[in-house]
């Protein structure tokens, strides 16, 4: 016979740790979102200020609780995440409404609308402490709090409201707020536009609509959508598809800084789940391949039933996922066949250099294993200066130009074109007029026609054979 005994957790202690999960403010309201969602709701409407009391309410239009359904809703893992759930379920453990809400406050307040019947369940973290029990309240009164009377005068629906919000910081509130509109645009875009079965969820913060943000710009005719893979995994069907986004020269430069993200191409290249049309993880390639600036513009989306979650380590928050290893090696295969693509707007430009049919000013030099780029010393316009300036003279140019090569700033040219790249306007450096009064003197000086054709297969002339043929017409 097992001999066992009763041993209480320390409720003070427990929801403290409760409470670091590690949910951002705007992971914790996703979280509630898909409550809505699950709901039915076509409408949800966010209202939070700091000022003069911090609080936070979500008000949706879905299918509301009675009495029995919200304290089941109000309890903590209310769900077995084994259990089979309806396909358009986007909870699994049943722990998101309650761990979100007190990662940023200590009272949880649900006020639900159905059949005409109105109820209304509170956790307060600072009670069950001070009790010692997981002491659900029933308010005697619940006036004050915002959207309330909005809630009243739906047919159906759930309020969720966050006081004690202890997690907030006041200061930086502004930026927050517009941190969590941009994570539910992104998260819930495909939610925002509409889809098959479903009409455009109508999302709001604080009475500004959310617009829905496509992270793979497809509405540009200049992404590239690669090949479609359907993937076998346990019975269920994984869709796997590469996007290669624009290059900074095909877009404007507000259209480029927008796709970017906050996080920059670098860090949102990778990999972007989606389970049930919400975004889970995004920005990564699970380690399975390094970020590289050559690849910043590759994102592969993938497409996952919720009945998978235990193939892809998915956790509490939804912001968490692994690859099941059975498709590790499918997922290897597809990155290399999308980055090999995605890196050609850079490799193409980079190899423009070894153009051999056109003569350039910059050669690339190989030196043992290294290399660095060189001033072309072979260039028709170097050759013709060496051939008129005294030894003195050239000297001193030779050693100018020695030391352009070796203090050619790589890093911030680096930086800028990875930050600014719109803002690079180096090739204003030599205008076409530039160009035609060059070319008026050069021809007055009587060269070769073998001197004009080398010169003409110069850096200069590309794109501008005409100026040279025509002068000043």
Known sequence: MIKAEIVDPNIKNFIGSLRDIGYSFEVAVADLIDNSITAKASQIKIYTVVKPIPVFCLLDNGLGMNEQELVEAM????????????????????????????????????????????????????????????????????????????????????????????????????????????????????????????????????????????????????????????????????????????????????????YATEDGYIKSQGFYLYRRNRILIYGTWWGLHKALDAHKLVRIKIDIENDTDSYWGIDIKKSIARPAEDIRNDLKRIIAQATQKGARPYTGRGKKIEDKSLIQFWDIVPINNDIRFSINQDHPLFKELKSVLSAEVLEKLQFYLK??????????????????????KQETALTDQDVIAMTEKLKQAGFSEDYINELLRTEIYTNRKHLYHNGNE
């Not at 909005?150 to 047919?155: D, I, P, V, Y």
């Not at 290669?244 to 480029?256: A, D, V």
Request: glycine content about 4%; charged content about 20%; aromatic content about 10%.
């Open 403 to 424: 030391g352009i090569e070796a203090y050619l700033p790589l890093d911030a040219i680096q930086y800028n074109l990875q930050a600014n790249p719109h803002l690079l």
């Open 75 to 258: 309890r903590l893992a209310s769900k077995n995440p084994s259990d089979i759930r309806n396909k358009d379920d986007l909870g699994r453990f049943g722990l998101g409404l309650k761990t979100a809400s007190f990662s940023q406050g200590k009272r949880l307040t649900v006020i639900s609308k159905k059949s005409n019947s109105v109820s209304c369940r509170q956790w307060d973290l600072d009670y069950i402490s001070k009790e010692n029990k997981w002491l659900l309240i029933t308010p005697e009164a619940y006036d004050g709090i915002p959207m309330l009377e909005e809630l009243l005068s739906q047919k159906s629906g759930t309020l969720v409201c966050w006081q004690n919000l202890d997690r907030v910081d006041k200061n930086s509130f502004s930026f927050t707020i517009d941190l969590l509109r941009k994570h539910l645009a992104l998260v819930f875009h495909r939610y925002l536009e509409g889809f098959e079965g479903m009409k455009a969820l109508k999302l709001s913060v604080n009475d500004n609509p959310v617009l829905p943000f496509n992270p793979f710009n497809t509405s540009n005719s200049y992404t590239q959508e690669l090949f479609l893979e359907k993937i076998k995994l346990h019975g269920s069907t994984i869709k796997i598809q590469p996007y290669i986004l624009p290059h900074h020269s095909k877009l404007t430069q507000q259209e480029y800084n927008l």
